[in-house]
């Protein structure tokens, strides 16, 4: 029995969510979810044996429990809610997954974290697993935009808050909840959502997203089994949109719901960093590029940017890889010395090189609210008084400025090479290819297992 006291805009969303059936989703939303698992997987394996990963599929194996899914790049099995958290943690380890671009919520990691994970316990298709992403996409990225700006301006970190409805929902598909066994589930898992962005740069952040994909797996297996829920988890006076934002828009829920797909609004990395460092990269490349600029000739470089790019990016005195990712000042000078910015360049032994460290002391951020965060200019001064710009008003990987399919192909092979090497990641990328016509995806799966 419907429950009436749920919001109108929840249920509509929910309804459209779980009631879509994979065969009505549109090929080309498909096509976007494809890219997406193609990307996700290549996250999830080349950081296979990264220490936060490593750390979290060493403490599942302490739990134990029966192995239901694969810990990508391993030949490891752990249960479906071990699975998505050590997969979700491995995808965003690199910080070098997708982004909704309005939102900065990294949907895909929590989406295929779980998704994956329960589509391989249960034996879905590999349409149902496009869909399923596709659709748990579109109810993070619309509650996502309800929440923004003032959500994420606060402290919370997007992806850990509404990373576990995109997970929740994509699960909820794939097990085949009813209608309002899903308003449970997502209530179970909106009651889940959490990640402050003060951990930005440690191993925390990349656990948001782990979490979110295992809560969301949770929040399904407990409301499919007749785990309740409060009626109005996101409408609610004390729901999610109260107590987690100061102006909420719940108009966002239903804004053209099943004509405009949020999925067409995703960013796909070709930076191994925070997203809002991507434009001033894109400049500072352009700069040597397009003025055939030595970086010795460089006196000093003037960075125009979006105010939020210092405060998440914001370290001037990374002392580790990691750290680096979250220094738009080390980002930009590896990427103008190595020509680069993928995960080799954010080394422990780069934050430290001279070269490095000399060109970032020659940087100046100058924040400004009149640049969007798509958008960066850069301004070098030479030593014999030459000065050159570059321009950004669309980082590489945003949607009007898209990766294509070969890019995608050349990161995957960048990050799952090394792991699995040329032959068996390049047949993993074609099963990938035609994932959508694949009625099992155990052999998808016994790809991911290194040789």
């Not at 909820?172 to 308003?183: F, H, I, M, Q």
């Not at 969301?216 to 609610?236: K, N, S």
């Not at 400049?283 to 210092?310: C, K, M, Y």
């Not at 399919?405 to 047949?427: I, M, N, W, Y």
Request: some cysteine.
């Amino acid at each position: 029995m419907r429950d009436d006291r749920t919001a109108e805009r929840t249920r509509a969303l929910v309804d459209f969510a779980t009631g879509t059936a994979s065969s009505d989703v549109p090929d080309d939303v498909l096509e976007e979810s494809r890219r997406c698992l193609l990307d996700h997987l290549g996250l999830a394996i080349g950081a296979s044996q990264e220490p936060a990963v490593a750390i979290a599929r060493r403490q599942a194996q302490v739990l134990g429990g029966e192995g239901q899914a694969h810990a990508l790049g391993t030949g490891m099995k752990l249960r479906v809610t071990d699975a998505a958290l050590v997969n979700g943690i491995a995808a965003h380890a690199f910080d070098f997954d997708d982004t909704h671009i309005p939102t900065i919520l990294h949907p895909t990691t929590p989406l295929y974290a779980a998704g994956a994970a329960v589509a391989q316990w249960r034996g879905s298709s590999g349409r149902d697993l496009l869909a399923a992403h596709a659709l748990g996409y579109e109810v993070s990225a619309r509650v996502s935009l309800a929440l923004y700006p003032e959500h994420y301006d606060v402290g919370w970190h997007m992806t850990g808050t509404t990373g576990p409805l995109a997970s929740a929902t994509a699960s909820a598909r794939l097990l085949g909840l009813d209608p309002e066994a899903a308003v449970h589930c997502l209530g179970i898992a909106a009651t889940q959502a959490s990640g402050h962005r003060e951990h930005f740069g440690s191993m925390t952040k990349p656990f948001h997203a782990g979490h979110a994909a295992s809560a969301g797996v949770l929040a399904a297996l407990l409301a499919g089994d007749g785990f309740t829920a409060g009626p109005d988890p996101l409408e609610g006076r004390r729901g999610m949109f109260a107590v987690m934002s100061t102006r909420s828009t719940p108009e966002d829920l239903t804004d053209d719901l099943g004509s405009r797909w949020e999925v067409f609004r995703n960013g796909v990395k070709p930076y191994a960093c925070g997203v809002v460092t991507h434009p001033v990269i894109d400049s500072v490349r352009r700069l040597v590029t397009d003025n055939g600029l030595a970086v010795d000739d460089v006196e000093a470089i003037d960075l125009q940017v979006h105010p939020l790019v210092p405060e998440l990016t914001g370290k001037t005195e990374p002392r580790t890889g990691l750290e680096g990712k979250f220094s738009v000042t080390f980002a930009c000078a590896v990427a103008m010395i190595d020509g680069a910015a993928r995960e080799k360049q954010f080394s422990d032994a780069n934050v430290v090189r001279a070269d490095i460290r000399a060109l970032m002391a020659r940087m100046r951020l100058q924040p400004s609210a009149d640049v969007e965060h798509t958008q960066a200019v850069a301004t070098a001064r030479t030593r014999d008084g030459r000065e050159v710009t570059a321009r950004i008003e669309h980082a590489t990987g945003t949607p009007e400025n898209r990766i294509d399919d070969d890019e995608l192909s050349s990161k995957f092979h960048d990050l799952v090479d090394p792991v699995l090497g040329v032959q068996q990641a390049s047949r993993l990328r074609a099963l990938v290819r035609d994932v959508g016509r694949a009625d099992s995806l155990d052999e998808l799966f016994e790809a991911t297992v290194p040789q």
